[in-house]
């Protein structure tokens, strides 16, 4: 259960990350965002990057194998990484709308998949 409960924390931290990365990037397609200053989007991505830490803290201290849960420090940062992109590319196709999924994203997503089984085998 600590394993998906640090997963399902982590999606919704990355969630937040990403829209606070680059979130930024889509503002001017929001009117009442468009003519914010460098200052002003500096602070909604704060505002923003507070929710990643809510939730990205907790799953960390979850799942983390010193504090009782099922995973090291490597495999939290693996699971992190993957997760990360996957948002990433989920927002970037489905919500900001501005790539298309290629034949070289799901080439390097495959051998993402490999690092996380290098990184979990037990060698």
């Not at 919704?12 to 001017?28: C, P, R, V």
């Not at 960390?60 to 420090?73: H, K, Q, T, V």
């Not at 080439?107 to 979990?120: E, S």
């Amino acid at each position: 259960m600590k394993s998906l409960t640090t997963i399902v924390l982590l999606t919704i931290s990355n969630l937040f990350m990403t829209f606070a990365w680059y979130g930024h990037l889509q503002f001017k397609k929001i009117s009442w965002l468009h003519g914010l200053g460098l200052v002003g989007v500096i602070l909604v991505s704060w505002g923003l990057a507070f929710f990643e830490y809510v939730f990205q803290v907790p799953a960390n201290r979850i799942g983390f194998e010193e504090n009782g849960g099922p995973f090291s420090l490597f495999q939290l940062k693996v699971i992190q990484e993957v997760v990360s992109l996957t948002v990433f590319t989920l927002c970037a196709v489905y919500v900001f709308k501005t790539d298309k999924l290629a034949w070289n994203h799901l080439l390097g997503f495959g051998l993402l998949v490999a690092a996380v089984y290098v990184i979990f085998k037990k060698w």
